[in-house]
């Protein structure tokens, strides 16, 4: 099996594995019991936060774990609004499904929502974005790097507009709603900075699976002065933000994660991405979805003209190869990539997108075999098909 598959999910590292290991059948305790093995439980997810907080540039209690990062997307979005209870949230047309889902939620209980259209590359425009900062606007969410093209938003200016604006309506509304940023760093999270100061962000998501940790784990950022309210109750558990029996094991190997994540790794793939680009764009009727530059080291967007991308990820995964499409097939209805007809392209173009992303275990030779059988399926499912 080849895998370029990376962005829908990391293989859990052995050494995250063998941390997480202990916890699971020898220091099982529940966090919140008060003998030993409880406290023992409890010391290890507030060791863990601290290697986040470390990792982000944050203080210790500004770092909540949670389910995965569609919790914490929901926690930041909802919470907010929940706390804030009225106004507008900006975001961008090429979010996630768990920052555009719950938008629509929100739209559904009488909030405004604006969904920023971006460029070619999959960037928002930053003149519009301060355009369409008003006094309602109380959060602005937008993606760090983008899931299915790699784009990289300009995070860090984002935050200067959002803090000029919070800073003249402080002085000219005194009882004006406050106004922050959110961003969905999902993907950004072991290949790009998440300095939260360097950043300017007030919220960030990020979450386990991404990062060669273990699934069913994330982390929510929240800047102290943040206030939100629970969208999960019950024991109160993370400071009365995520209440549920925490997940020690996960917590543990997440933490592990984040101390394992080397910079050198974005280096080496950014050439086999490069690579890999340069040889499928040989392949005529090829094009590439998304930056050719600021774009993540590990992300390879391309459509191929006149076949159906689920069609060619079906035979490749007869040859053994992984990889995914942004159209989803649910029962009869194939919906074509949000992402990519909000570039600019075409149905067709969504329909006919393949994506693959590289990772740490990935080698050139793996790159050429998977070359050989995507020219060979393509050239086989070009005759066959009926697009023409």
Known sequence: MIYFDYAATTPTDPRVVKKMTPYFSELYGNPSSLYRLGRQAKKAIEDSRAVVASFLNCADDEVFFTFGGTESINMAILGLAKKIGRGKIITSKVEHHAVLHACQELEK??????????????????????????????LVSIMYANNEVGSIEPIAKIAKIVKKHRLLRSKNHKNSLPLFLHTDACQATGYLDTDVEKLGVDLLSFNGSKIYGPKGVGVLYKRSNVEIEPIIFGGGQERGLRSGTENVPGIVGLSEAVKLIDKADAKKQSKLRDYFISELLKIEGTNLNGPKKNRLPNNINVSFEAIEGESLMLYLDKAGICCSTGSA????????????????????????????TIGRKTAKKEIDEALRAIKKSVLFLRKISAIK
Not at 110 to 136: A, M, N, Q, W
Not at 335 to 355: D, F, M, N, Q, Y
């Open 109 to 138: 209980r009488g909030f405004e929502v604006e969904y920023l259209p971006v460029d070619s590359d999959g960037l928002i425009d930053l003149t519009e974005l301060e355009r369409t900062i008003d006094e309602k606007t109380f």
């Open 329 to 356: 097939c649910t029962s009869a209805l194939l919906e074509p990539s949000h992402v990519i007809t909000a570039l600019g392209h075409s149905k067709e173009r969504a329909h006919g997108s393949i994506r693959f």
